[in-house]
């Protein structure tokens, strides 16, 4: 089976690496920067490689494409008259109901788009930022829609499992854009609103610790990525950051009041979800 990766960069430069390595597919590597696939082609990343997607599209049996959300639905329409007949599309945005109603009416007769999400990002650009063990151990989410056939969906998942995520699981579209934005779309706006605190200063780190470090790690961030991410889920994450807009009210009043019992019950009630967690 031959297997195209749109786009060399962090995520599918490491999904070419594992799957160099652990699988039979015969890769292939699509890229905008000459500079990228030649470095891949020296590194043994990808079986071949090229900036001309047109020149190999047509021998794809499957088209990961690893771009930005707003990139998925031209891309496709761009290249529609090279695609193999019945090819199997994924995608690794995290994102799903607005890219699916962008992407469906677009998709060319007898093909099928198995939405997928792998739940390993990384704040690093372009293909210095991939490795080959970066899915190890990793969760990846599937989105079936109902014109999805069995056994493309199985595909995909058979990639990720040869590409080390051990956890793999369907959900619904909607069920996805609402967890996404609390687990990772949350966390993204809290480090980058505690970075951006009128607080910080130059003596900021003179007082930091790990947690500080920790909590801002992500604040490194790809900002049109995210821009795009933050946009196509507005209203799963406005609902998310009312909601935690609630427990931090409810965390002042304790404050306010000098209420220690309500203050202990509150702190109580996450430390032992958190242990519940993990």
């Known amino acids: ?8 960069g962090a995520i599918g430069g490491s999904f070419a690496m594992s799957l160099m390595k652990n699988s039979s597919e015969h890769i292939i590597g699509i890229d905008i920067d000459e500079r990228t696939i030649e470095y ?12 001309r997607a047109e020149d190999v599209l047509g021998q794809a049996d499957i088209i990961m494409l690893t771009l930005y959300p707003s990139q998925v639905a031209p891309y496709i329409e761009k290249y529609k008259s090279y695609f193999k007949k019945g090819v199997v599309f994924t995608d690794v945005t995290g994102i799903k109901t607005s890219i699916i109603k962008e992407v469906t009416p677009v998709l060319p007769d007898q093909s099928d788009f198995v939405f997928a999400h792998p739940m390993r990002g990384s704040e690093k650009k372009g293909i210095s930022g991939a490795s080959i063990d970066k899915f190890e151990g990793a969760n990846a989410l599937i989105t079936p829609i109902p014109s999805n056939r069995t056994e493309n969906i199985e595909k995909v998942e058979d990639l990720y499992r040869k590409a ?20 990772s779309q949350l966390m993204h706006a809290l480090s980058v609103s505690v970075v951006n605190s009128e607080q910080a200063s130059d003596d900021t780190l003179l007082f930091a610790g790990n947690s ?28 998310t950051i009312q909601s ?17 019992d309500k203050l202990k019950a509150f702190l109580s009630r996450a430390r032992n979800q958190r242990r519940e967690w993990f």
């Open 164 to 183: 080390g995520f051990t956890t793999i699981t369907r959900v619904t579209p909607e069920k996805h854009d609402e967890q996404i934005a609390y687990v």
């Open 244 to 260: 935690f807009e609630n427990e931090l009210d409810e965390f002042k009043s304790a404050l306010k009041e000098s209420d220690e």
């Open 1 to 8: 089976m031959t297997l195209a990766i749109v786009g060399l």
């Open 40 to 51: 891949a082609r020296k590194e043994q990343i990808i079986h071949e490689g090229t900036t």
């Open 212 to 239: 500080f470090k920790e909590l801002t790690r992500i604040a490194d961030i790809n900002v049109d990525l995210w821009s795009e991410l933050f946009l196509h889920n507005k209203d799963a994450l406005l609902e």
